[in-house]
């Protein structure tokens, strides 16, 4: 089955830290960006960071630059968010996104595009 999945979710306060991990099966990552996304509750999806194929180019949304760092290990086949000082605001399904035609500035801007692949998410709870 051809899917990436995301793990490293969880519960932690304000400050705290997480890392999030998406692992690819069925398909090799090494040809692909990937986007790391967030939806809270009753808000638009948004693009949080993405890493281009070779992990030589990012892109951060500005409310998280200086606290997540993108980064991925082909020889893993997985990408992650290292998330740091987290806040409340922070709080929200975090999803990564696979695809082999994109640009990580594009990828990152645009989140309800349908990527080649979508994992199914993980939640993220900050509290204070």
């Known amino acids: 089955q051809l899917q990436v999945v995301e793990s490293g979710g969880g519960l932690v306060q304000s400050g705290g830290s997480l890392r999030l991990s998406c692992t690819a099966s069925?398909?090799?990552?090494?040809?692909?960006?990937i986007g790391w996304f967030r939806q809270a509750p009753g808000k638009e999806r948004e693009g949080v960071s993405c890493i281009s194929e070779m992990g030589d180019r990012t892109a951060y949304a500005d409310s998280v630059k200086g606290r997540f760092t993108v980064s991925r290990d082909n020889a893993k086949n997985s990408a992650y968010l290292e998330m740091n000082n987290l806040t409340p605001e922070d709080t929200a399904i975090y999803y990564c996104a696979a695809d082999a035609s994109v640009l990580v500035d594009y990828m990152c801007a645009v989140a309800n595009f349908r990527y080649d692949y979508w994992g199914q998410g993980t939640q993220v709870t900050v509290s204070s």
């Open positions: 069925g398909f090799t990552l090494d040809n692909y960006a």
